[in-house]
C-alpha cells in the first residue's frame, strides 16, 4: 500500500474495547506468532505466506467448496475449537453467505474466540487475528466490496506488518493476501457495488456464434455468451463460472465511465490459468432489466469480455438452460442441495462447484461454460503424473503457432451420472500441468439432460430434467 494512506490504528489496538486490554507484561505482538514465523525462510516470507485454519485437507475442502468435507473434518475427535471456529466459516465461505461468514470473522477480530475469562489472553496481535483478517480480505473481494477489501489491505499493511516486523528475523514478513492486489486509491472513495431491477425474472438468450480467442489459454468454439451493456455499449460476454473478477480487454480501460482505482497482480480461473492487470470500476453494467452501479472489473489481456461470479452472484438467482439465462429473485429453484462455490481464502479465485458421478465414483468439479467441451466432457488438470499416466501420456500443442504451449495428456472413457441422470458415456482429456490446482471441469455438457439453477439467495443449486430438444447445446 502506498505510505500516504496512513490510517491512526494503533490507538484502536491498544485502547478499543473491541480488543482485550493490555497487561504490562504481554508484547503488542504474541510471542508464539513470532516462534511460528521464525521457522519460515525470509525469502518465504517476503513473497507472502498463507496462515491456515488447519491442514492441507480443510484448505483443499475449502477450494473444492466441499461443506461435508469440512464439517467432517470440524467435527472429528482432532479438531480444537479454534479449528471448529474456522471450519464453520468456511462453510459459509464455500455457500457464499459472505455476510454471516463476515459477522464470525469480526467476532473473531474482537475476541479472537476466546472466552473473556481466559486466564491467559492473547495478545492484540496474534495468528488468529492474522488468519481471520486473511478471510476477511478474501470474504471482501469475492462479494466485490472493494472499499473494505482496500481498508482491511490498509489495516495488515499499515499496523500489523510494522508491529511484526521490528522483530529480528522477521523484518521481511508480508502474507501472501496482499500480494493478490492493491489501491491506488484511498478505499473510502470508492462507491458500492450495487443492483437493480431484479425484483422479477427475466430471460436473455444465450449465443454461440463468437468463438473465444485468447493468447494464454486454448481457443474454444461453440460456447455461450449473452450481450450485455457495458456503460451504454452492447458487447457479448462470456459466462465464467470459473472464476470469481469478470476480466474486460485493457483497450476498454481507457474510456471516459472507467475508473482505474488500483491493481491485480494475481487472479486465477478454474484452468490454474493467471491474469494480471489494473482494477478498474466500471459506472454501469445493464442485463437485461437489470442494472449494476459501480461494478469491479480486471482490465487485462484478454481479448473478450468475461462476467466472473462476481457479478453473476449479484443477480439473485439464476437459471442456464440450452437456449437462455433466466434470472431474478423470483425464480422459483425450489433447490434442496447446498450450492458449492470453491475458493481460495485470499479471494483470488472462485468457482461453481457440482456433484458428478464419474467411472463409478463421486466427486465434485468446477462448472464452467468457458471451457470447450465439444470433443472432451470432462477436462481434469494434475500437477504431475504417476509413472503409469506417464506411460499413457503423449504431447500435445493446442496452439500450432504458440510453441511454448505444450502438455501431456492422456484420455478416459467412462459413464457419467448426475443427480441419478443417466448422461451416457463420455470422454475426458486429463492434463499435466505443473500451475494445476487438481480440478476437474465441465462445460456446457451439464445442460445436456437438465437445467441448472444457481440460487445465490438462499445458497442452494440443482439441476432439474429438461426434456425440451427444440435448440439442442451446438455441437
Not at 2 to 25: E, H
Not at 80 to 107: C, M, P, W
Not at 349 to 378: A, C, E, K, M
Given at each position: 500500500?502506498?505510505?500516504?494512506?496512513?490510517?491512526?490504528?494503533?490507538?484502536?489496538?491498544?485502547?478499543?474495547?473491541?480488543?482485550?486490554?493490555?497487561?504490562?507484561?504481554?508484547?503488542?505482538?504474541?510471542?508464539?506468532?513470532?516462534?511460528?514465523?521464525?521457522?519460515?525462510?525470509?525469502?518465504?516470507?517476503?513473497?507472502?505466506?498463507?496462515?491456515?485454519?488447519?491442514?492441507?485437507?480443510?484448505?483443499q475442502?475449502?477450494?473444492?467448496?466441499?461443506?461435508?468435507?469440512?464439517?467432517?473434518?470440524?467435527?472429528?475427535?482432532?479438531s480444537?475449537?479454534?479449528?471448529?471456529?474456522?471450519?464453520?466459516?468456511?462453510?459459509?465461505?464455500s455457500?457464499?453467505?459472505f455476510?454471516?461468514?463476515?459477522?464470525?470473522?469480526?467476532?473473531?477480530?474482537?475476541?479472537?474466540?476466546?472466552?473473556?475469562?481466559?486466564?491467559?489472553?492473547?495478545?492484540?496481535?496474534?495468528?488468529?487475528?492474522?488468519?481471520?483478517?486473511q478471510?476477511?480480505?478474501?470474504?471482501?473481494?469475492?462479494?466485490?466490496?472493494?472499499?473494505?477489501?482496500?481498508?482491511?489491505?490498509?489495516?495488515?499493511?499499515?499496523?500489523?506488518?510494522?508491529?511484526?516486523?521490528?522483530?529480528?528475523?522477521?523484518?521481511?514478513?508480508?502474507?501472501?493476501?496482499?500480494?493478490?492486489?492493491?489501491?491506488?486509491?484511498?478505499?473510502?472513495?470508492?462507491?458500492?457495488?450495487?443492483?437493480?431491477?431484479?425484483e422479477?425474472?427475466?430471460?436473455?438468450?444465450?449465443?454461440?456464434?463468437?468463438?473465444?480467442?485468447?493468447?494464454?489459454?486454448?481457443?474454444?468454439?461453440?460456447?455461450?455468451?449473452?450481450?450485455?451493456?457495458?456503460?451504454k455499449?452492447?458487447?457479448?460476454?462470456?459466462?465464467?463460472?470459473?472464476?470469481?473478477?469478470?476480466?474486460?480487454p485493457?483497450?476498454?480501460?481507457?474510456?471516459?465511465?472507467?475508473h482505474?482505482?488500483?491493481?491485480?497482480?494475481?487472479?486465477?480461473?478454474?484452468?490454474?490459468?493467471?491474469?494480471?492487470?489494473?482494477?478498474?470500476?466500471?459506472?454501469?453494467?445493464?442485463i437485461?432489466?437489470?442494472t449494476?452501479?459501480?461494478?469491479?472489473?480486471?482490465?487485462?489481456?484478454?481479448?473478450?469480455?468475461?462476467?466472473?461470479?462476481?457479478?453473476?452472484?449479484?443477480?439473485?438467482?439464476?437459471?442456464?438452460?440450452?437456449?437462455?439465462?433466466?434470472?431474478?429473485?423470483?425464480?422459483?429453484?425450489?433447490?434442496?442441495?447446498?450450492?458449492?462455490?470453491?475458493s481460495?481464502?485470499?479471494?483470488?479465485?472462485?468457482?461453481?462447484q457440482?456433484?458428478?458421478?464419474?467411472?463409478?465414483?463421486?466427486?465434485?468439479?468446477?462448472?464452467?461454460?468457458?471451457?470447450?467441451?465439444?470433443?472432451?466432457?470432462?477436462?481434469?488438470?494434475?500437477?504431475?503424473?504417476?509413472?503409469?499416466?506417464?506411460?499413457?501420456?503423449?504431447?500435445?500443442r493446442?496452439?500450432?503457432?504458440?510453441?511454448?504451449?505444450?502438455?501431456?495428456?492422456?484420455?478416459?472413457?467412462?459413464?457419467?451420472?448426475?443427480?441419478?441422470m443417466?448422461?451416457?458415456?463420455?470422454?475426458?482429456?486429463?492434463?499435466?500441468?505443473?500451475?494445476?490446482?487438481?480440478?476437474?471441469?465441465?462445460?456446457?455438457?451439464?445442460?445436456?439432460?437438465?437445467?441448472?439453477?444457481?440460487?445465490?439467495?438462499?445458497?442452494?443449486?440443482?439441476?432439474?430434467?429438461?426434456?425440451?430438444d427444440?435448440?439442442?447445446?451446438?455441437?
Amino acid at each position: 500500500m502506498p505510505k500516504k494512506y496512513q490510517f491512526l490504528l494503533y490507538p484502536l489496538l491498544l485502547n478499543s474495547v473491541l480488543l482485550p486490554p493490555l497487561k504490562a507484561d504481554k508484547p503488542l505482538v504474541s510471542p508464539k506468532l513470532i516462534e511460528i514465523l521464525r521457522q519460515y525462510k525470509p525469502e518465504m516470507l517476503q513473497e507472502g505466506i498463507e496462515l491456515r485454519p488447519s491442514g492441507e485437507e480443510l484448505q483443499q475442502a475449502l477450494f473444492e467448496g466441499d461443506t461435508s468435507l469440512i464439517q467432517k473434518i470440524a467435527t472429528s475427535k482432532e479438531s480444537t475449537n479454534i479449528v471448529q471456529n474456522f471450519a464453520e466459516i468456511e462453510v459459509y465461505q464455500s455457500k457464499g453467505a459472505f455476510q454471516e461468514a463476515n459477522r464470525q470473522l469480526e467476532i473473531c477480530n474482537k475476541n479472537f474466540f476466546q472466552d473473556k475469562n481466559a486466564q491467559d489472553l492473547l495478545s492484540p496481535i496474534n495468528g488468529i487475528l492474522l488468519t481471520c483478517s486473511q478471510m476477511l480480505i478474501g470474504n471482501y473481494f469475492l462479494e466485490g466490496d472493494i472499499k473494505n477489501w482496500g481498508i482491511e489491505l490498509n489495516l495488515i499493511e499499515n499496523v500489523y506488518y510494522p508491529a511484526i516486523q521490528k522483530f529480528k528475523g522477521l523484518e521481511k514478513f508480508s502474507l501472501a493476501v496482499t500480494k493478490m492486489g492493491n489501491l491506488t486509491i484511498s478505499p473510502d472513495s470508492i462507491p458500492p457495488f450495487t443492483v437493480t431491477g431484479i425484483e422479477q425474472q427475466q430471460s436473455v438468450p444465450l449465443q454461440f456464434q463468437i468463438p473465444i480467442e485468447e493468447i494464454y489459454r486454448r481457443n474454444a468454439e461453440k460456447l455461450p455468451s449473452i450481450i450485455a451493456s457495458l456503460n451504454k455499449e452492447d458487447i457479448p460476454f462470456f459466462l465464467e463460472t470459473g472464476a470469481a473478477i469478470g476480466k474486460l480487454p485493457t483497450k476498454f480501460s481507457h474510456a471516459s465511465n472507467v475508473h482505474l482505482i488500483g491493481h491485480i497482480n494475481n487472479a486465477d480461473n478454474a484452468a490454474s490459468e493467471n491474469y494480471s492487470g489494473e482494477l478498474g470500476i466500471v459506472e454501469e453494467l445493464k442485463i437485461g432489466n437489470a442494472t449494476l452501479k459501480n461494478v469491479p472489473f480486471l482490465f487485462t489481456n484478454v481479448n473478450q469480455a468475461y462476467l466472473g461470479l462476481m457479478i453473476l452472484q449479484k443477480l439473485g438467482k439464476i437459471k442456464i438452460n440450452k437456449q437462455q439465462m433466466t434470472f431474478g429473485k423470483d425464480i422459483n429453484c425450489n433447490c434442496q442441495q447446498d450450492i458449492h462455490l470453491g475458493s481460495a481464502l485470499g479471494g483470488d479465485f472462485q468457482s461453481v462447484q457440482y456433484p458428478i458421478t464419474w467411472q463409478g465414483h463421486t466427486r465434485l468439479v468446477v462448472v464452467d461454460f468457458t471451457q470447450d467441451d465439444t470433443v472432451y466432457n470432462l477436462t481434469t488438470y494434475k500437477s504431475e503424473f504417476t509413472p503409469q499416466e506417464k506411460e499413457q501420456s503423449f504431447e500435445e500443442r493446442p496452439d500450432p503457432n504458440n510453441k511454448e504451449l505444450k502438455f501431456s495428456v492422456y484420455f478416459n472413457k467412462g459413464n457419467l451420472f448426475v443427480d441419478n441422470m443417466d448422461y451416457g458415456q463420455k470422454k475426458e482429456i486429463v492434463i499435466e500441468d505443473s500451475r494445476s490446482r487438481l480440478a476437474t471441469i465441465i462445460g456446457l455438457s451439464i445442460l445436456e439432460k437438465a437445467d441448472l439453477y444457481l440460487d445465490f439467495i438462499n445458497h442452494k443449486a440443482c439441476l432439474k430434467p429438461n426434456n425440451s430438444d427444440a435448440t439442442p447445446i451446438p455441437q
